[in-house]
């Protein structure tokens, strides 16, 4: 069973209609059944509503683990000593990408494999990004990690930085400027990575965000 039969399981037993669902989740109510049919993707921006209207969570409509319906932490007792309650107020849902690459906009459903929380912001824009390869080793950036990055124009030298190179994918890497070539500087335990240095006249180079925090899972 994957999001769409979980997504549709859950709405046969809610008593919704799809003119109703659609209302609620603030979408046409062809897309629901171009959803069904697997026509469309676009379930993917709207899981929270899904998830509040279908009375579930979205981390079990993306894996089908955890419990069918929100628990009101208010209601929670006989937390383990130590335990810290924390408010799911101070925590936001982001996109993890896969990718990023020219020709799409940036949360493109092409890019997104899922999401995951965060409880930075300060009214800032963030995106997980799914890091392939061992550039950045040396920082603890490893394959498979899920970077954190703040989108933004622009960034210091010396940050390290989701950076696209002309026409391709996006790469992570230190950044570095000068008023007309632009170094991306890997951090490898593997020599086989060095510096990339462009001339801006002739490369494009545009900055995608900066990166603020690693995550990764044992």
Same mark, same amino acid.
């Given at each position: 069973?994957? !999001?769409?039969?979980? %997504?549709?399981?859950?709405?046969?037993?809610?008593?919704?209609?799809?003119?109703?669902?659609?209302? &609620?989740?603030?979408? +046409? +109510?062809?897309? $629901?059944?171009?959803?069904? !049919? &697997?026509? %469309?993707?676009?379930?993917? +921006?709207? /899981?929270?509503?899904?998830?509040?209207?279908?009375?579930?969570?979205?981390?079990?409509?993306?894996?089908?683990?955890?419990?069918? +319906?929100?628990?009101?932490?208010?209601? *929670?007792?006989?937390?383990?000593?130590?335990?810290?309650?924390?408010?799911?107020? @101070?925590?936001?849902? $982001?996109?993890?990408? #896969?990718?990023?690459?020219? #020709? /799409?906009? %940036?949360?493109?459903?092409?890019? $997104?494999?899922?999401? @995951?929380?965060?409880?930075?912001?300060?009214?800032?824009?963030? =995106?997980? /990004?799914?890091?392939?390869?061992?550039?950045?080793?040396? /920082?603890?950036?490893?394959? #498979?990690?899920?970077?954190?990055? *703040?989108?933004?124009?622009?960034?210091?030298?010396?940050?390290?930085?989701?950076?696209?190179?002309?026409? #391709?994918?996006?790469?992570?890497?230190?950044?570095?400027?000068?008023?007309?070539?632009? @170094?991306?500087?890997?951090?490898? !335990?593997?020599?086989?990575?060095?510096?990339? $240095?462009?001339? @801006?006249?002739?490369?494009?180079?545009?900055?995608?965000?900066?990166?603020?925090?690693?995550? =990764?899972?044992?």
């Amino acid at each position: 069973m994957d !999001t769409v039969d979980r %997504l549709f399981d859950l709405l046969s037993k809610s008593g919704l209609n799809q003119q109703d669902f659609a209302r &609620r989740i603030g979408v +046409k +109510k062809n897309a $629901i059944s171009r959803w069904k !049919t &697997r026509e %469309l993707r676009s379930y993917t +921006k709207y /899981l929270p509503q899904i998830a509040e209207a279908l009375d579930t969570t979205t981390e079990y409509l993306l894996t089908g683990n955890g419990s069918k +319906k929100e628990i009101d932490p208010a209601t *929670r007792s006989g937390l383990p000593d130590g335990a810290i309650p924390i408010s799911p107020g @101070t925590y936001h849902r $982001i996109p993890i990408l #896969g990718y990023i690459s020219a #020709g /799409l906009p %940036l949360y493109a459903e092409q890019h $997104i494999e899922g999401y @995951t929380v965060t409880d930075l912001n300060g009214g800032a824009e963030y =995106f997980a /990004l799914r890091v392939h390869g061992d550039s950045m080793n040396a /920082l603890g950036i490893n394959d #498979g990690y899920l970077i954190i990055v *703040r989108r933004q124009d622009e960034v210091e030298n010396g940050q390290v930085a989701v950076v696209m190179v002309g026409d #391709g994918d996006a790469t992570v890497k230190r950044f570095y400027a000068t008023e007309s070539t632009v @170094t991306l500087m890997p951090q490898s !335990t593997n020599p086989e990575h060095q510096p990339q $240095i462009y001339d @801006t006249g002739k490369t494009p180079i545009r900055i995608i965000g900066r990166v603020v925090e690693v995550k =990764f899972t044992l």
